[in-house]
């Protein structure tokens, strides 16, 4: 393997990546992060201004980015954005499956409804969008997929049943890419976020009990900001994770130790 310059080591220079739910709290973070990093950004979002708003922050810094309009729950759309990309910028280097929803409920009352809404973006959104950029990466032999599960994926807490079990079934989708892929050169990992103040987190923000519950169980005792989350996104999209694959990658302030 060819020696790598310690600057290298997190150099995103003449790169290409997707971040779906690019127009959100994490994943305009991660855009930005990625973009100051050298790399060409595509923002996807279902609402296709947020993912704009992305683009044109990352432009108005002196960066290079698109945005698209995709639903991660509907295949058709998934390759028709991996196309676009593909015939502007020619190769997908790092896709990072950032598009996710959360509604709350009891357990026991959860409708069926919500059920199949999370599960169809959280976590068959994050296959769809692992299978089809996974594809072109593995006939390049080279690539990075970063999946954002949650601290739910791991441990479970109340009022969350459908995120929980998307979140748990993300964390094993990346198990399985990451094993299949392995032999192509392409790594695959999760990042596993506690709470953020993002515009996800709204209602939860809004409820003290819950707000309780967590920082009760975060040894830090505080919320991450998104642009906390870049560090470990940038680790785990360039040469410096080149031996890592198949990890879930907390970034929870201490949750999962205490
Ligand atoms: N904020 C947190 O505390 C926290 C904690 C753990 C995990 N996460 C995860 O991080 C990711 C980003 O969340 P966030 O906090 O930035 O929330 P957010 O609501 O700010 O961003 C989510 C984005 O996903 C987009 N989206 C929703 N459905 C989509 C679909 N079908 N196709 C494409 N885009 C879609 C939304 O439009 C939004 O822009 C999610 O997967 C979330 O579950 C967040």
Not at 24 to 40: D, V
Not at 96 to 115: H, M, P, Q, W
Not at 192 to 213: G, H, I, K, V
Request: net charge neutral; aromatic share 6%.
């Amino acid at each position: 393997m060819k020696e790598t310059t310690r600057s290298e080591l997190f150099d995103l220079a003449g790169k290409t990546a997707i971040v779906t739910g690019g127009g959100g709290g994490l994943g305009r973070a991660i855009c930005r992060g990625f973009a100051e990093a050298g790399a060409r950004v595509a923002a996807a979002d279902i609402v296709l201004d947020m993912a704009s708003e992305t683009a044109r922050l990352i432009r108005d810094s002196g960066g290079s980015a698109r945005a698209d309009q995709l639903d991660v729950s509907s295949k058709e759309d998934v390759v028709r954005v991996v196309r676009g990309v593909l015939e502007e910028w020619g190769a997908i280097d790092v896709l990072v499956n950032c598009a996710g929803r959360a509604i709350r409920g009891t357990a026991l009352d959860y409708s069926e409804k919500d059920f199949e809404a999370i599960l169809n973006v959280n976590l068959k959104g994050t296959f769809l969008c692992c299978q089809s950029v996974g594809r072109h990466m593995a006939e390049r032999r080279s690539g990075k997929i970063i999946n954002i599960s949650s601290i739910g994926g791991l441990i479970a807490y109340p009022g969350s049943i459908a995120y929980l079990a998307s979140k748990g079934g993300v964390v094993q989708l990346t198990r399985g890419f990451a094993v299949e892929l392995a032999p192509f050169n392409v790594q695959v990992n999760a990042i596993a976020p506690s709470l953020f103040e993002t515009p996800m987190m709204a209602a939860s923000r809004a409820d003290p009990e819950s707000q309780r519950y967590f920082m009760d169980r975060t040894p830090m005792g505080r919320r991450g900001q998104p642009e906390e989350i870049v560090g470990a996104a940038i680790f785990l999209a360039t040469k410096s994770s080149s031996m890592v694959t198949g990890h879930v990658l907390a970034v929870d302030g201490g949750f999962l130790s205490a």
